[in-house]
């Protein structure tokens, strides 16, 4: 008995022991080393894409102040399954970065989006959109509807409540004064970022993980921080301001549609789910996340990650 109590013991420590170096190889893993780069042309601008897995096509738009690598998470889920297509958008990291505000107008972003699709070959693809991201996403399914298998959005409310809450709640009026401060702005003044200067460092300071954050610093010093700006200066909704024209109704969405939201972000508030069901024509289905805040596929990546594989996994 004590013989065969000390065989079991060792093979338990073995079989422990090769666990753990499965589990710190795999934690040290990082989807950098498996990606392939590509870029897509639109007019001569080119869009820098991160792309790893094989399966049906899933579009991913980071938003501000991110790129690519926001997505890691999600690409290491999704990549048994998805072909997995991670973009820079235009003034990021390693796309181009046009000068002139009116390079940045939404027309041009969502064209972006379709040259990354052609590019690889395909009429259609799952999109996947975050805060500006999302914004595109939103316009991208409103406008080429015929490009888009299934739509994503990730603490972005659909532009019907976004309009509705920038004219009627107070608190979403304040959240929103950073996106007044940067349209009125340059990304030269020493105030601009929350109260400090717009800088690799700054604007890297949302990410908690100190191996990513240096990521984050190489990636925005190679970006262009008026590009940045002039998202917000070309399309950000101007709620509250009479002289503005109202914007058009949105088409009804006949796609799939599968909305998370962190509930603690401090930008963007809740209430603009509200009614989300209402346009679309189509299943909708809204995670929300308590403890997370504006990044949720961050914050909450394992949620994130593994909803958007079931999900996607079932409509297949």
């Known amino acids: 008995?004590?013989?065969?109590?000390?065989?079991?013991?060792?093979?338990?420590?073995?079989?422990?022991?090769?666990?753990?170096?499965?589990?710190?190889?795999?934690?040290?893993?990082?989807?950098?080393?498996?990606?392939?780069?590509?870029?897509?042309?639109?007019?001569?601008?080119?869009?820098?894409?991160?792309?790893?897995?094989?399966?049906?096509?899933?579009?991913?738009?980071?938003?501000?102040?991110?790129?690519?690598?926001?997505?890691?998470?999600?690409?290491?889920?999704?990549?048994?399954?998805?072909?997995?297509?991670?973009?820079?958008?235009?003034?990021?990291?390693?796309?181009?970065?046009?000068?002139?505000?009116?390079?940045?107008s939404m027309r041009y972003l969502i064209s972006d989006i379709a040259a990354v699709i052609h590019s690889l070959g395909e009429e259609k693809a799952t999109i996947v959109g975050h805060d500006w991201g999302g914004v595109v996403s939103w316009q991208f399914a409103f406008a080429l509807p015929q490009m888009v298998e299934n739509l994503v959005i990730l603490n972005l409310p659909h532009p019907n409540g976004m309009a509705r809450e920038l004219a009627n709640n107070q608190e979403q009026?304040?959240?929103?004064?950073?996106?007044?401060?940067?349209?009125?702005?340059?990304?030269?003044?020493?105030?601009?970022?929350?109260?400090?200067?717009?800088?690799?460092?700054?604007?890297?300071?949302?990410?908690?993980d100190p191996a990513a954050r240096e990521h984050y610093i190489e990636a925005f010093g190679r970006s262009s921080f008026d590009g940045m700006l002039a998202y917000y200066k070309q399309n950000y909704p101007r709620g509250g301001d009479s002289n503005a024209p109202a914007p058009p109704a949105a088409p009804q969405l006949t796609m799939p549609v599968l909305i998370f939201h962190g509930l603690k972000d401090t930008a963007l508030h809740s209430d603009g789910l509200n009614n989300t069901w209402d346009w679309i024509d189509a299943d909708t289905t809204i995670v929300t996340a308590p403890n997370a805040s504006h990044f949720v596929q961050q914050d909450a990546a394992e949620l994130v990650t593994s909803t958007l594989k079931w999900w996607l996994l079932a409509r297949q």
């Open 173 to 208: 009026q304040q959240n929103s004064g950073y996106a007044r401060a940067f349209i009125a702005g340059k990304s030269t003044d020493p105030d601009i970022f929350f109260g400090g200067p717009m800088n690799p460092q700054s604007l890297s300071g949302w990410v908690s």
């Open 1 to 104: 008995m004590q013989l065969a109590t000390r065989i079991n013991h060792i093979i338990f420590r073995h079989m422990a022991l090769i666990a753990l170096f499965i589990f710190s190889v795999g934690a040290s893993a990082d989807i950098l080393d498996e990606v392939e780069h590509g870029y897509a042309d639109n007019n001569g601008v080119k869009i820098h894409y991160a792309t790893v897995g094989e399966g049906p096509l899933v579009i991913m738009v980071h938003g501000f102040p991110d790129y690519w690598y926001s997505w890691r998470h999600q690409m290491e889920g999704l990549k048994d399954s998805f072909k997995v297509v991670a973009i820079d958008q235009r003034a990021y990291n390693l796309s181009d970065k046009p000068e002139g505000e009116e390079n940045y």
